[in-house]
């Protein structure tokens, strides 16, 4: 199958306005025919809900929580960025654009990144006329701070964590549709299989968490919106039952993996502090806005820091990019971070940490300016470690964040199954093979806020959907499988707990596939994974039965799916042999350490398509083609 991105032609600030003016309408009275299922109650689901409920359409939305406010995004600290330009230094959606496609390492599409752009002017004024309270300034205007990769302010922020008070307004919006009657909420649902019917995409297949009921449900459309793969790690910043399953699930249907490879490493997370922890700790990148970060300049120096005179530290990050210092983009932090650790020089009895030092700032500005600022993220670092950040720096190590792979989808959001829209994390992404910070919130938003009801509408304005029910051949066939699934692992009854094989699989990912990878690595991973994949139907434990609330099948699960996804994420990083964002083969690097492109071969979304459990999947490439933005080698400094 070739890939057609649907781009639009012309000059890029036209597109997605002549996009929106060819899309075919639906007439508000036929709305009401059709129905949406949208899985996941994040901001990209939440939003896409509450916008389509409101035009009209019948949304059945699926959450995995017993609210859809515990969704991910709740979690989200830093910020939401916008080309408001309300500092007047130089911001506007062109260099939002820009800043975007050089932070991903040119890999990204272009027009999607423009429309992306776009729309984020108006995501501030849809969230603040929700009710969002933003930061503001002493005369009341909207205050925003820089964020890494950028030389401009255009990252609005809350009080507390942006993502929870972003989430609530999205979650508003979507319960006064609840209430309205045009979206109908399922709470404590988990996505088991997407059913395909005629190559369309018509409904899914769900399990009731609290009674193990199969569930069928039909659509006219299904709208995937649940994040994205992170906790393949295992040790990772997001929540626990952040997964792959719905969108893994969907690929084995017919829906093409693009770029699993692109993981994002987050700089300003709370080390490892032993083999107890379930997740890790992500502190907000504004940090990075006050604090330094340095490392001694001696290997194995153990001095406590305050001992550690200025002349004997190195501003690693200032000194490499005089330009950005502190505000590099994460990948390139990241790496600078691993580079000094590996070396001998990082801190703590680990020596898996560096130096985020407030010091300098609080003699600038005060204690109680930090305190303002950053107040609550230096009351949960104290409640952690015990360390008061206001009189010793913090301690920071890069983790495992976000992922700018996921489904692949053209300009419209839809999968290579028609009818499958893929929105936020889920999909293959707008970002390319890194994310600037505060860039996540944008496009959950943007997708289902912007973008979302026009291209929905479009497909079911202008494609025969003959009525599919739920007692089709198709969902009985798909309950079948889904069932024969959680009764191949009940009946394992092995030794080895579900939580072992992930910790297993995660470690074997870190290990291989984490911020610096090799050929050799990649090839022994997929050995590894091969191996592991074995073990685990041969030896897990799952108590209990299907029948019944049975959260350890519900991981089993998920884990299950993990051990099938992370070959192909090997795979694609073992393919795609060159250096760019999130992935640093040590293979190919320039002299100074930084990670060396190979746009005469790479310049494609690598978009894979599902053959069976242990085949090797088929590449499928779709070209990047750079009309307004030269690719050069990143520079920083």
Known sequence: MALDSKTPTGPIADKW?????????????????????????????????????????????FGIHDSPRRAHSIAAQGGINAAKNYRNDGDSVYRLFYDTIKGGDYRAREANVYRLAQASVSIIDQCVAQGVPFAREYGGLLDNRSFGGAQVSRTFYARGQTGQQLLLGAYQSMMRQVDAGTVTLYQRREMLDLVVVNGQARGIICRNLLTGELESHEADAVLLCTGGYGTVFYLSTNAVNSNVTAAWRAHKRGAYFANPCFTQIHPTCIPVSGDHQSKLTLM??????????????????????????????????????????????RDVASRAAKAVCDEGRGAGDSGLSVYLDFADAIKRSGIDTIKARYGNLFDMYTRITDENPYQVPMRIY????????????????????????????????????????????????????????????????????????????AFGAAKAEAQQ??????????????????????????????????????????????????????????????????PGLDYAGRVADYMEFAEVLALDALERRESCGGHFREEFQTPDGEALRKDDEYSYVAAWEFKGVGARPELHKEALVFEEVHPTQRSYK
Not at 22 to 28: C, F, I, R, T, Y
Request: some cysteine; glycine content about 10%.
């Open 485 to 550: 699934r959680i009764d191949k692992v009940l009946q394992v009854r092995g030794k080895r707990t579900v939580r072992e094989f992930h910790r297993a699989i995660g470690a074997i990912c870190w290990d291989h596939v984490g911020m610096a990878r090799t050929e050799a690595g990649l090839s022994d991973a997929i050995t590894q994974i091969r191996k592991l994949r074995e073990e685990f139907w041969q030896d897990v434990t799952v108590p209990g039965d299907a029948n019944n609330l049975n």
């Open 17 to 61: 306005d002549r996009r929106k003016f060819e899309n075919k309408l639906v007439n508000p009275a036929n709305r009401r025919k059709f129905q949406v299922i949208v899985v996941g109650t994040g901001l990209a689901g939440a939003s896409a809900a509450a916008s389509l409920g409101e035009l009209g359409y019948p949304v059945k939305v």
């Open 284 to 329: 907000s990148e504004s940090l990075r806005n006050d604090g330094r970060v340095w490392v001694p300049k001696t290997q194995g120096d153990k001095r406590p820091p305050a001992q550690i005179p200025d002349a004997e530290r190195d501003y690693y990050l200032e000194r490499r990019y005089p330009a950005f210092g502190n505000l590099v983009p």
């Open 398 to 473: 890069p983790a495992v964040h976000y992922a700018m792979g996921g489904l692949w989808v053209d300009y419209n959001l839809q999968s290579t199954i028609p009818g499958l829209f893929v929105l936020g994390e889920a999909n293959f992404s707008d970002h390319g093979a890194n994310r600037l910070g505060a860039s996540a919130l944008m496009q959950g938003l943007a997708d289902g806020y912007f973008v979302a009801p026009y291209t929905v509408a479009n497909y079911l304005g202008g494609t025969p959907l003959p009525p599919v029910k739920a007692s089709h051949d």
